[in-house]
């Protein structure tokens, strides 16, 4: 069962997601699971003015995805920062590139899935991942968040991202915020959580027909 974790990070908020969402994932049985990372688009001095081409070295070792290699998955989790409230221009032009696998339905019955980071708690900590459903959707895949039966959703202690659309975090408007325990734990169950459905999907279909 292959497993798929395809991120885009400016400041390293959303690696710092994925890398949580790749160990909940390994921890299912069978659960072969790769991590990618999107092309940038922001040239290098645009990101070495800005801050971010520190932060991006910390991951720069992740290969690059490439759309055709999604065909080849039982389930995808995307990770993207927010970008007024809808998903990173990186990723946007990464899922752009799919139009092929579209038309030969190349991920129709795959699990699909999303975390997200954001500036500030209503930054479009929601509607960016549900925005991003709606590529999912045309593809076929089917959308697993994060139930309530993960209890650090209803975590009234401290400022925390996370919903039942997906694993998400609060960078700051300066992006010095970190990721919190909280917020990596339920990036940890969403991982698990889409890998344990993926898992029964796949089985189920290598049982053989009733009658």
């Known amino acids: 069962m292959k497993i798929q974790v395809i991120f885009y990070s400016m400041y390293g908020h959303v690696w710092q997601l994925a890398q949580a969402v790749a160990e909940g994932a390994r921890e299912v049985p069978d659960a072969d699971v790769s991590v990618y990372q999107v092309p940038e688009l922001v040239p290098e001095e645009a990101l070495v003015r800005t801050g971010a081409k520190a932060a991006r070295d910390a ?25 007024f409230g809808n998903m990173a221009a990186q990723m946007r032009n990464f899922l752009d590139r799919t139009g092929q696998i579209w038309l030969n339905g190349g991920l129709i019955g795959k699990v699909g899935s999303v975390f997200t980071s954001t500036a500030t708690q209503h930054g479009g900590h929601e509607t960016t991942i549900t925005s991003f459903h709606a ?51 339920i990036a940890r169950f969403q991982g698990r959580h889409v890998a344990q459905i993926a898992r029964m999907l796949v089985l189920g279909a290598r049982q053989p027909a009733a009658g």
């Open 59 to 83: 991951f720069a070792h992740i290969p690059i995805a490439q759309p055709n290699q999604m065909v080849e998955a039982d389930a995808i989790l995307f990770g993207t920062p927010t970008r």
């Open 135 to 185: 590529t999912l959707l045309h593809h076929g895949m089917i959308i697993v968040g994060v139930p309530y039966s993960e209890q650090r959703l209803v975590n009234m202690t401290q400022i925390t991202g996370g919903s039942p659309y997906g694993a998400g975090t609060f960078g700051g408007v300066d992006n010095k915020r970190q990721v919190t325990e909280n917020e990596l734990g």
